[in-house]
């Protein structure tokens, strides 16, 4: 069964970066639109970023500007690079893709 597995988290002071990545197992991953999604604590799980088998891209406005989803088909990975974190951004971060169950997620918190 393919799976999807987030990692890259961590504990980042504000105005730090991370840079997540998302693997799946398997060459179908090159073909599918990926998306990153995140959960705080109490709040329902939202979408962040997401990009086309082609490469186009699409951001919520809360990251716009900071956040930058890219992907390497010849990896099968998708990468979330977060810059200028903010505490507002601690979640758990997400990927997804049709067809594929949720992944454990990777825990990413900002604080000083």
């Known amino acids: 069964q393919v799976q999807l597995v987030e990692s890259g988290g961590g504990l980042v002071q504000p105005g730090g970066s991370l840079r997540l990545s998302c693997a799946a197992s398997?060459?179908?991953?090159?073909?599918?639109?990926v998306d990153w999604y995140r959960q705080a604590p109490g709040k329902w799980r939202e979408p962040v970023a997401g990009i086309t088998s082609g490469g186009t891209t699409n951001y919520a406005d809360s990251v716009k500007g900071r956040f930058t989803i890219s992907r390497d088909n010849a990896k099968n990975t998708v990468y979330l690079q977060m810059n200028s974190l903010k505490p507002e951004d601690t979640a758990i971060y997400y990927c997804k893709t049709a067809g594929i169950p949720w992944g454990q997620g990777t825990q990413v918190t900002v604080s000083s």
């Open positions: 398997g060459s179908i991953f090159s073909i599918k639109a």
